[in-house]
């Protein structure tokens, strides 16, 4: 896709969760190498619509990149969340259940696991057993809490790797944030939107 240098995190993670409409703009954005160097990333692009933001790792190219494809789907509905730890490096699984709907965040683009994810799982990679990339892993309904939504361990989120790579593409087009600013950036409205994807708000805001 033209990434060749850069971490996909979710939104969740660079975003100002007081308004849930913008992106911290002083937030220091750290990450955490495969051989445990941790470095700063800059935000590139975000979209607060899907939850996908992409941070450029300056002078650091994976050596072994996701391999992120258009795919039918074809894995088994066990699957594993897998985290790890940003002080220690260790690393963490969850085993859960694909499931198609879960949850009652209002994007029908959304799929759902069981998969009890930390805070540490966010961002990770959802694989099946046979270690083939299914997605990335959202927020984890078990971190909101029951008295905010009635909902507390209703799964954790994914969108599909197809839903990701529209999302990539999409992206791929727009200015980065350094070429037009925060206030140049458009995050707070739904100016795009993938096809088939009617929601009129956030995917990762309940429906009422």
């Given amino acids: 896709m033209g990434y060749p240098k850069i971490d996909i995190p979710t939104a969740s993670l660079v975003s100002d969760f007081v308004a849930d409409k913008k992106i911290a703009e002083n937030l220091r954005n750290e990450v955490l190498l ?14 607060l619509h899907y939850n996908v933001a992409l941070l450029n790792v300056k002078d650091f190219c994976a050596p072994h990149p996701a391999n992120i494809q258009q ?24 085993r859960g259940q694909h499931k ?6 209002d994007c029908k683009l959304l799929q759902y696991t069981t998969c009890k994810i930390t805070k540490a799982g ?8 046979d270690g083939k990339f299914i997605s990335m892993d959202f927020c984890g309904m078990d971190l909101y809490s029951m008295n905010s939504y ?11 790797s197809d839903a990701i790579l529209d ?3 999409y992206l791929k087009t727009k200015p980065t ?10 995050s707070s409205v739904l100016e795009w939107a993938i096809n088939g994807d009617d929601s009129s708000v956030h995917p990762n ?4």
């Fill in 34 to 47: 495969p051989n445990e160097e941790r470095r700063v990333g800059s935000l590139q692009h975000y979209n």
């Fill in 100 to 105: 198609e709907k879960l949850g009652r965040l």
């Fill in 177 to 186: 944030v350094a070429e037009v600013g925060f206030d140049g950036y458009a």
């Fill in 167 to 169: 999302v990539l593409a």
């Fill in 205 to 208: 805001r309940l429906s009422r």
């Fill in 150 to 160: 009635g909902m507390k361990g209703a799964g954790t989120p994914f969108l599909s």
């Fill in 71 to 94: 795919q039918k789907r074809n894995h088994s509905d066990t699957l594993a969340a897998i985290g790890r730890c940003f002080e220690s490096g260790i690393l963490m699984a969850a």
């Fill in 122 to 129: 966010i961002e990770g990679p959802l694989v099946d057993f």
